[in-house]
């Protein structure tokens, strides 16, 4: 008994020796950990400064300034020289203040320059970048005011510097000066008799006068006075008393100032709305000749006529009361009567009765063949639920064709206003009134010599007038006319990417993106 109580108590004593020395392991690890953690953390983070300094950005590929750049190499030196130091390995503390002296004051010093200059740089470039913007604004509102005096002559914004420089050179606009003031007491028995009012019949109109009635008393003068649009305003007495920073410039006004030929970036659209259609226009590339946009393929499914077929008109859907008719085919006669355009085509079906048989010739491309078949459809076949009479039948045989189209990468896309659009009433589509497009054509001597299309094949201008009215029914939306110009390479050190610009493209204004 007493050798195994000597044997248990050897045992303890050993279990607790072992205990007692992991614990004192455990301590040296703790306090090991303790003394390297923190030069750890100080070479750790030097080293991820040094990687960004040299490394540039992944999205914005701008890299760090040389400042940065010294400031994590500092780091980095002072977490290795206080491992040094903890380590042992450096053990004078002579060495240790001489080392802090020779590597880490310079550096700190460089730093602390390095900083001071990086902040004194920055202010400047701020300053320069204020003094920068003001020019810049003053040359955005500029191209504003042209674009504001364009609209109220054109109806729309223009996209061309070029287009704008010959409007400021050959365009005149008017203003309306007024002289005298209307009265506010009634209309005096003079002017009544003037008028041709009584007190009787007129008791209400002679109760005050309006603007009207004072110009036809003499009592006011209203002069129309048409002025150069560069003399109204930018070279003008008037104009030349408005604030300016700097003067107008004709040959440079495209161009940002205090830049090496930077142009400014300008677009020009047409904002559609939901409540009103009107007409597009197309030109053909590298000619004056305008297109009707019913003339030109812009969805792109009649690229196998482009070619093949030169007149009639193109079936753009099946009519159900004969299978044989298929999309894509073109009418070339109906009833023995050619059909080369829609003109054609609507005189014929006006002397259709719910009586009569229609008699198509068509024209189909397949591929590389061209064939011509004949087909005849009762009138009486195309009654349906919702078709009942002639009327509605001759609506849906005029829904089902269209005109022959023509190649839309050969013409360029020019928005039309509402100025030169007529309704027939207020339920009806709007059409482009091509009187007035004419006209204005005409009048711009760079469009001197413009033919229109209306028909295809069949063109019309101003030396050689058209007896008949075409009228082509709009496709597309009425809308605003909206711009917009910037500065597409701003100075910015920052890096805040803060474009200055005016008007806008998505929404209707016209001012700047700064505070006016």
């Known amino acids: 008994m007493c050798l195994q109580k000597l044997s248990f108590e050897k ?51 701008i890299s760090q300034n040389s400042s940065f750049l010294i400031g994590g190499f500092t780091i980095l030196l002072l977490g290795v020289l206080i491992l040094l130091f903890v380590m042992d390995i450096i053990k004078s ?56 005096e364009y609209r109220k002559k054109y109806g729309w914004f223009s996209s061309d510097f070029n287009e704008l420089k010959r409007f400021l050179i050959v365009d005149s606009v008017y203003s309306i000066d007024t002289e005298g003031d209307i009265p506010d007491h009634p209309i005096t028995e003079e002017h009544q008799a003037i008028l041709g009012y009584n007190t009787i019949d007129n008791y209400i109109e002679i109760e005050s006068y309006d603007e009207e009635e004072a110009l036809k008393c003499g009592l006011i003068k ?26 107008f410039d004709l040959e440079n006004f495209s161009y940002v100032p205090s830049t090496e030929n930077t142009q400014f970036a300008i677009a020009a659209d047409v904002l559609e709305s939901d409540d009103e259609s009107f007409e597009f226009l197309y030109q053909e590339n590298g000619t004056k000749k305008f297109v009707s946009s019913q003339l030109v393929d812009k969805d792109k499914d009649q690229e196998h006529l482009y070619n093949s077929i030169s007149n009639g008109i ?35 079906l006006k002397s259709i009765s719910l009586k009569d048989s229609v008699n198509f010739t068509f024209t189909r491309v397949e591929k590389e063949t061209t064939s011509t078949f004949s087909s005849t459809i009762a009138i009486t076949d195309l009654i349906s639920k919702n078709r009942k009479n002639l009327s509605s039948i001759l609506i849906y045989l005029e ?27 207020e339920l009806s589509k709007a059409y482009l009134d091509s009187t007035s497009i004419k006209k204005f054509c005409n009048y711009r001597s760079i469009y001197n010599g413009s033919s229109f299309e209306y028909d295809k094949n069949i063109l019309f201008s101003e030396s050689i007038p058209s007896e008949e009215f075409f009228q082509f029914f709009t496709t597309s939306k009425i809308g605003t006319p909206v711009f917009t110009a910037y500065d597409p390479k701003p100075y910015d050190p920052l890096m805040e990417r803060d474009t200055l610009r005016v008007g806008s493209l998505k929404e209707v204004k016209t001012n700047g993106n700064w505070d006016e």
């Open 314 to 348: 193109v079936l753009t859907d099946t009519i159900s009361a004969n299978g044989k008719i298929l999309k894509g085919d073109v009418l070339v006669t109906l009833n023995d009567n050619s059909i080369e355009s829609m003109n054609d085509f609507l005189n014929s």
């Open 93 to 148: 503390r002579k060495i240790q203040i001489g080392l802090y002296l020779a590597l880490l004051l310079p550096m700190c010093l460089l730093l602390t320059n390095a900083l001071y200059s990086s902040i004194n740089t920055t202010i400047e470039e701020i300053e320069t970048k204020k003094q920068k913007d003001i020019l810049i604004k003053q040359a955005l509102n500029d191209i504003k005011d042209i674009e504001l």
């Open 399 to 425: 829904e089902k064709f269209s005109p022959l189209k023509y190649n839309p990468e050969n013409f360029t896309l020019i928005n039309i206003g509402k100025d030169f659009t007529q309704k027939e009433s």
């Open 11 to 61: 045992n303890v004593r050993f279990v607790n020796q072992q205990f007692i020395l992991e614990i004192k392991k455990m301590k040296d690890l703790g306090t090991l950990a303790k003394k390297y953690l923190f030069p750890a953390l100080v070479i750790i983070t030097g080293l991820y400064l040094v990687f960004m300094g040299i490394v540039p950005d992944s999205e914005t590929g």
């Open 222 to 247: 209203k002069d129309t006075n048409w002025t150069n649009v560069l003399v109204k305003l930018f070279t003008g007495e008037q104009a030349l008393n408005n604030e300016r920073v700097y003067p």
